[in-house]
């Protein structure tokens, strides 16, 4: 569980920077400059993911049962997952509704991600994950959306073009994940 423990640490502690810490950011990137800044960035990023990774996989090898979902909170899941994947999409797609409306569609996707997540699990390993995940993502939903009404950031508005293409790309993305991914990286296949 250290293992997790120490990713989870240095992946959402350097996703957490700029909810916390983001004049020192700002002195760090004027510092290194911004190549260098985003190498560090991504190299701590990289070995925090790695870390998640392995220690995820060890602390599965000990599970410690916390409570038992009921089996339709599992299914339940699977949406919670596809709407996930379609907000993640909107974080990239141009032009579409949920970009505008929310802002930071990838924060609410891994919140909603999170919590089906919890739902559906009871193992402490996944709670560590998910509890992890999703108390960061409410906390840097929070702090962007403040940051972006102190700037007077806008964005602009979506079109029915956009939606759709969002909802089809999130779609056949989750679908790919979720039918055959999700079994072959993580070793549990969601839909059967």
Do not use: C
């Not at 972006?148 to 939606?163: E, H």
């Amino acid at each position: 569980m250290a293992v997790l423990i120490l990713g989870l640490v240095l992946f959402l502690g350097v996703h957490s920077i700029r909810i916390f810490a983001n004049d020192w950011r700002n002195r760090q990137i004027a510092r290194l400059g911004e190549k260098g800044w985003k190498g560090l960035y991504t190299l701590v990023s990289i070995a925090g993911f790695a870390l998640i990774i392995w220690g995820f996989g060890m602390a599965r090898q000990q599970p410690v049962l916390l409570y038992m979902p009921p089996m339709w909170l599992r299914h339940l899941n699977a949406l919670f997952t596809l709407v996930a994947f379609i907000l993640v999409v909107a974080a990239y797609a141009p032009g579409n509704h949920f970009k505008a409306r929310l802002g930071h569609p990838m924060l609410a996707g891994v919140k909603t991600w999170a919590f089906g997540h919890l739902l559906a699990t009871g193992m402490l390993h996944d709670v560590v994950l998910f509890g992890a995940f999703l108390l960061w993502a409410v906390v840097d939903f929070i702090s962007a959306r403040r940051r972006d009404r102190a700037a007077g950031v806008t964005y602009p508005a979506g079109t029915m073009k956009g939606d759709v293409i969002v909802v089809v790309a999130g779609v056949v993305v989750w679908a790919v994940f979720a039918f055959w991914l999700h079994g072959w990286l993580i070793g549990v296949k969601p839909m059967g």
